[in-house]
């Protein structure tokens, strides 16, 4: 397939380690609350609302392409919305983010889950992938996403956020059976969504694993490694490379290599050169600037910028992103910012 | 003084990596909701009432004492009590944590923080260590303790808990004098706090940085160490061993201890061998079970801990800890289980 033969898009090139004539840059939450343009469309319909209807989904997705330099549009969805129509009572609380009314806790609750056949109960995101692929520019490719099974399992037991993540450690502890019965049918869930995304036309997957960074090594690799090994090896044979993405990870980066992915992204406490030195040179990195620098001065940001840049300096394959998501209140010029000052420092002639 | 002649106390021979007959085990925060002897206290008086009310310090810091064979005891306090003599108004919401309803956000503000004086203001914490002192049994030292400047500073800007803390990052990274105004005010306070519970009788320190794993390494060196460092020092100074302790550190643990610290204390998410590694031999380790293997059954459990005894076997200077606080609703059983399971996987016939 086409994704196979060398690409010309920045980004989709320094997924696969080739020489570019400049870094790669798009930002994790790039539509989002930081923009007026995202707001004004929230101040007439919930989160979820514009998750389904396609062309809301779509518009939403172009505004940062619109606005910002970017070398790559994210479809804009949720991660935990295949939870749905496995059954989960998801809503959205202000102030207080995803809440799920009936989590899971037993194994006959993991039981009820639903397989869900995700290209009919969830059909309006590759609707939306379809309507944004055909605004795309040329250059600037889609990545289509899910959320990791450790992560969504999480948010599904917790029934929404969690510092301790308690229950679902509890959990992944005490019935361990029964976690690898839940995860079995995330994995399958997500593989078969993901799937439909790529066939949809997403060019890129990134696994969002956000929540691994609370495991002990030994933790991941027994409860958690297999089943993410699952997800992508499904979608690598697609062709399309894939993003494994983690924060507080750096203790477990090897493994989360192990597991797959063309590229693993990092957060902000690991530097570049120590996750490479960990990771090993034949993967590429997205990352990894503290979301928090968004909100300095310009000669902080910029030595934020220049910090990253420095850690990757050398090394073909580095996509710059934050280390996690943009924050809802993030000064929207220095997001503008940071894509030119990342474009204007690796300008290269070769490429 | 005493402290600086060879110690009996197991958990004092182990702060200063001499032999111990056992590995000394105690929990942060040992005194909690997980005992119903605590929960019985707390349904008549807030948690703010028992930090006041030394009587009802002391009890609450012996429960644990009592039902356990733990080898250390910590007095019962809270790490933002200094900040309310400095001018925060600080209340406890049911199910929110801390909040401070006049956050410090700009110069004035923290040009308006007083220099509390602690043992005018903080009086009540040295008389609940003084009756602490009185009760415990030979072989049971007393820990005193306080927050570290960042992660005190933290909630101090943020106004309570936060997950991204993007006003106190924002305001370091953009009023880096102001900044470093407001560390200074903090650390002095922390010092003289944390003398005036020496004298009243702590025989260990410990400081909590425990958001302190939120930063890039680049940004704990320069907004962060000399501060730390700084109180570390001064208590060092009395002969007294310190315990420098923060969560999600793994590329921060050679700078902490630079920082300072006879023990540095290490969460679930680094094997004490790697920390070791980082740490070099010249340094004691606390930890580091995550505290959510407390509600595992008892088989995996005792993985927990064989994994935590396993990768500090063989070294002086381990005491046997959780990764961060016990967790409420966790099972008292397990407690006491994993109290009696390192001491009788760890007896030697030495000491």
């Known amino acids: 397939m086409s994704e196979q033969s060398e690409p010309k898009a920045r980004f989709l090139r320094a997924c696969r380690r080739l020489p570019v004539d400049r870094t790669p840059i798009w930002f994790m939450r790039q539509a989002g609350r930081y923009m007026a343009e995202y707001r004004a469309i929230r101040a007439e319909h919930s989160l979820l609302d514009i998750c389904h209807q396609p062309e809301l989904a779509a518009e939403v997705t172009m505004q940062p392409v619109n606005a910002f330099d970017v070398d790559a549009a994210i479809i804009f969805a ?3 919305l295949p939870l749905v129509p496995m059954g989960a009572d998801l809503a959205y609380v202000k102030g207080e983010g995803p809440a799920i009314s009936n989590p899971v806790r037993t194994k006959s609750d993991v039981a009820a889950l639903k397989p869900a ?3 009919q109960s969830l059909g309006f995101v590759m609707e939306a992938i379809r309507l944004v692929r055909e605004q795309l520019p040329e250059g600037v490719p889609l990545i289509g996403f899910a959320g990791a099974p450790f992560t969504v399992g999480s948010y599904l037991i917790e029934g929404g956020s969690s510092r301790s993540h308690v229950h679902a450690k509890g959990f992944m502890y005490s019935q361990e059976n029964t976690w690898n019965a839940l995860m079995d049918k995330l994995v399958d869930v997500t593989i078969d969504y993901l799937l439909a995304q790529v066939e949809a036309g997403a060019q890129v997957i990134q696994l969002f694993d956000s929540w691994v960074g609370e495991l002990h090594p030994d933790d ?5 490694q297999p089943h993410s090994a699952r997800v992508l090896s499904a979608i690598g044979e697609t062709g399309v490379p894939t993003i494994h993405f983690g924060t507080g990870t750096a203790t477990i980066l090897p493994d989360m290599k192990e597991a797959g ?3 693993i992204g990092v957060d902000w406490r690991t530097p570049l050169d120590q ?3 960990l990771l090993g040179d034949d993967v590429a990195v997205q990352g990894n600037m503290d979301p928090t620098a968004l909100f ?5 940001l910029e030595q934020h910028v220049d910090r990253v840049l420095a850690a990757a300096a050398g090394r073909p394959g580095h996509i710059f992103n934050l280390g996690h998501g943009i924050l809802p209140k993030t000064p929207v010029e220095n997001v503008g910012a940071v894509v030119d000052m990342v474009h204007a420092k690796t300008a290269r002639v070769e490429g």
Chains 1, 2 share one sequence.
């Not at 991941?220 to 958690?224: H, L």
């Not at 300095?296 to 902080?300: F, K, R, S, V, W």
């Open 117 to 119: 056949e995700a290209r």
């Open 275 to 277: 996750a490479w030195e």
């Open 261 to 263: 992915g063309t590229v």
């Open 296 to 300: 300095a001065d310009p000669d902080i």
């Open 78 to 80: 949720d991660i935990l």
């Open 220 to 224: 991941y690799r027994r409860y958690v």
